[in-house]
């Protein structure tokens, strides 16, 4: 009876497996509800092509170059579709959206949080909406001007420093320069205290481990999941980055601890503190837990944006002798010319027309946050486009290719600042650097910007800048995990300090 019972079984398997391969092999082109939008074959069966891609940290220039070929509209893997169309961006990231965060989110800190989300990673629209109202004065045009003394304190001291190597004759590297100086400015932000990176490099603990915490993203990018498991990893890098994430929470907890606990707790405009200070809807504080996380969140957005930006957006400058006249000319007309050290203050810069199209236009072109902002599908499915989505495919949008659309942004591979003089609707609606408008856009963007304009234009008022060498594209090219920056990490310049009028 067992050995017929075992025929039986090996003959329905001989029929199935056939049929089931068969099916497999015709679902993307037949069955699939994503059948018809357009795309690689080999997305319709597998995200493995992708998940090399992400190691590659060449995701979304390839997903760019599919949108290309093949229109706004992409399939990229299985269940996972990206787009282009300017009209879809409201729908999927406007106030009223009913999409909703992936578990890309949900994990991207989680050795670090132990999986409590912060501001960013948040998946729930109305705890998101909550903490968002709780940290919204943070960063509140009133509130960022009480930043503008920490920014030009640092930003002097940096350029004192690039200063003392220029006089003898040495070259800066100013992506290391931009990375200590973000840096510097946002943990003195957070915490009421620098860390001296301008002087020491990032010899800091908390803060090499929460670099070497990163070097996982692209794991973390497309297998969320499995960093529940990454202490347990065969890989040994897999294994190190954990434990940075762990050993970076717990240095990150400690540091709350020992602020709470001082007597006097700092100046009243650091970020912890308000955070301290903040209470929700119902009078009750952030708990600490919150508080660390948000810390650490601040400091890592705030950081590698900034500096990445800064160096692309240098090295388009020097590479345009035009456009660099036109800066420097704008600079000395708004700034005088009799004291070049000083740093300019922030309301004299911000109605500087150049100026500001400059960094619109670096931002543009590149941008530091280039990738697929994933969401779900709400679950009764969705209309968009030409297509019907299920509930639950994943739909995006990457600022790599929105600022890339010929029609919108003519000639779009040139660094054409003056582009923004005759500024559009639809421009600003496709120009997303800090994410599109709505309730998930970056809480920041007012602080970034003023250290984009304070920082430029202090380094151009000051000096003279030459490339140290041969600076070639390539070595500028974009590497991306989750967050981007020019794939040689070097920017060494000349810089000679320019004499007064």
Request: charge should be neutral.
């Amino acid at each position: 009876m067992a050995l017929l019972s075992y025929e039986v079984t090996t003959q329905v398997a001989v029929v199935l497996l056939p049929l089931v391969v068969i099916y497999w092999l015709l679902y993307p082109w037949f069955f699939s509800p994503l059948r018809n939008i357009p795309g690689p074959w080999w997305a319709g069966y597998t995200k493995w092509w992708l998940v090399y891609k992400t190691w590659a940290g060449v995701r979304a220039k390839t997903i760019h170059e599919l949108h290309l070929k093949y229109g706004p509209w992409v399939r990229v893997s299985p269940n996972e579709i990206s787009t282009s169309d300017s009209k879809a961006i409201t729908a999927i990231y406007g106030v009223n959206s009913e999409f909703t965060k992936t578990e890309f989110y949900q994990y991207q800190l989680r050795g670090m949080t132990d999986a409590k989300p912060e501001l960013f990673t948040m998946a729930d629209r109305k705890a998101h909406a909550k903490r968002r109202r709780e940290l919204a004065h943070l960063f509140s045009m009133s509130t960022i001007t009480e930043y503008e003394d920490i920014i030009q304190r640092n930003v002097r001291e940096c350029l004192d420093l690039i200063s003392a190597e220029g006089k003898e004759g040495k070259a800066s590297n100013l992506y290391d320069w931009w990375h200590y100086l973000s840096m510097d400015i946002t943990c003195e932000l957070c915490f009421g205290m620098g860390f001296d990176m301008l002087h020491k490099g990032a010899e800091n603990p908390y803060i090499k481990d929460m670099y070497g915490s990163l070097t996982i993203e692209p794991v973390r990018w497309h297998f969320g999941w499995l960093n529940k498991y990454a202490s347990l990893a065969p890989f040994k890098f897999i294994r190190d980055a954990e434990a940075c994430s762990v050993r970076g929470y717990q240095r990150g907890t400690k540091m709350v601890r020992e602020y709470k606990l001082k007597e006097n707790k700092g100046r009243d405009k650091d970020l912890l503190q308000k955070m301290i200070d903040a209470r929700d809807d119902t009078g009750r504080p952030l708990q600490d837990e919150d508080l660390n996380v948000q810390s650490t969140s601040f400091i890592l957005a705030g950081s590698h944006t900034t500096s990445s930006s800064l160096t692309w957006i240098v090295w388009r400058i020097l590479k345009s002798p035009e456009i660099h006249r036109k800066l420097n000319d704008e600079l000395d007309a708004a700034l005088g010319t009799t004291d070049r050290k000083a740093i300019p203050a922030h309301a004299k810069l911000d109605n500087l027309t150049y100026l500001n199209c400059i960094i619109k236009e670096g931002l543009r072109i590149d941008t530091s946050v280039p990738g697929s902002t994933p969401r779900y599908v709400p679950p009764e499915g969705a209309v968009m486009g030409d297509y019907a989505l299920p509930g639950r495919t994943i739909v995006s949008v990457q600022a790599y290719t929105t600022h890339r659309d010929p029609d919108v942004f003519p000639d779009p591979d040139r660094f054409w600042p003056e582009r923004w003089l005759n500024e559009t609707a639809e421009m600003r609606h496709l120009y997303i650097p800090f994410g599109a408008d709505g309730p998930r856009k970056c809480i920041g963007i007012h602080l970034a910007y003023m250290e984009l304009r304070v920082i430029l234009a202090a380094l151009f008022h000051r000096f003279d800048l030459k490339f140290a060498g041969e600076v070639s594209d390539e070595s500028m090219d974009m590497h991306e995990l989750w967050l981007a920056a020019p794939v040689a990490q070097n920017l060494s310049v000349i810089a000679t300090e320019k004499e007064k009028a």
